[in-house]
Antibody
Framework: EVQLVESGGGLIQPGGSLRLSCAASGFTVMYNYMSWVRQAPGKGLEWVSALYSGGTTYYADSVRGRFTISSDNSKNALYLQMNNLRDEDTAVYYC????????????WGQGALVTVSS | DIQMTQSPSSLSASVGDRVTISCRASQSIGRALNWYHQKSGEAPKLLMYDASNLQSGVPSRFSGSGSGTDFTLTISSLQPEDFATYYCQQSYTAPTFGQGTKVEIK
């Protein structure tokens, strides 16, 4: 059974850094296609970043240059390193699994809340 | 970016009603269109992919149609567990979502 469990969220001041983790089970992250999707409070869904099998990475314009997606094969985990955080980055961040390069999100984690505020 | 526009933004319906939600893309996306629903406090859940393919485990009262720029999600007979917010999402290019349609109890 595919399971995704996010951790690492919290309250951070503007300009600060935070790393989100997504522990995966039921499949191997390094052979799959993974994304981070976020949802600001009371708002809709926004794709943030993707990591494809082979190591290719993709970013939304709103986070490119500030966020970095990566994985740890020994821990079967996905990460999102978030630097220079802004108020508008406040959101629940979901880890999501695709079945291919088609960005259809078949599985989602429960989400991790990141609050950027002074 | 491809913009996705859903209509209506919200609707009120009764159990047993037939409900239709529309989604329009700002440019042609073929059939690269997915539908999700999200209950309050929960993660989104995939309902339909590639416009009309029912995700495994999703009840057959859900159906999807469309191609190009105009798509529709239909719930043939609304059930209590279907009251949620519905999102369309294009997978043609860098993914973008519609703003959501909240389905409420009348």
């Amino acid at each position: 059974e595919v399971q995704l469990v996010e951790s690492g969220g919290g309250l951070i001041q503007p300009g600060g850094s935070l790393r989100l983790s997504c522990a995966a089970s039921g499949f191997t992250v390094m052979y799959n296609y993974m994304s981070w999707v976020r949802q600001a409070p009371g708002k809709g869904l926004e794709w943030v970043s993707a990591l494809y099998s082979g190591g290719t990475t993709y970013y939304a314009d709103s986070v490119r240059g500030r966020f970095t997606i990566s994985s740890d094969n020994s821990k079967n985990a996905l990460y999102l390193q978030m630097n220079n955080l802004r108020d508008e980055d406040t959101a629940v961040y979901y880890c999501a699994k695709q079945t291919s390069t088609s960005t259809t999100f078949h599985y989602w984690g429960q989400g991790a809340l990141v609050t950027v505020s002074s | 970016d491809i913009q996705m526009t859903q209509s209506p933004s919200s609707l009120s319906a009764s159990v047993g009603d037939r409900v239709t939600i529309s989604c329009r893309a700002s440019q042609s996306i073929g059939r690269a269109l997915n539908w999700y629903h999200q209950k309050s406090g929960e993660a989104p859940k995939l309902l339909m992919y590639d416009a009309s393919n029912l995700q495994s485990g999703v009840p057959s009262r859900f159906s999807g149609s469309g191609s190009g720029t105009d798509f529709t999600l239909t719930i043939s007979s609304l059930q209590p567990e279907d009251f949620a917010t519905y999102y369309c999402q294009q997978s043609y290019t860098a993914p973008t979502f519609g703003q959501g349609t909240k389905v409420e109890i009348k």
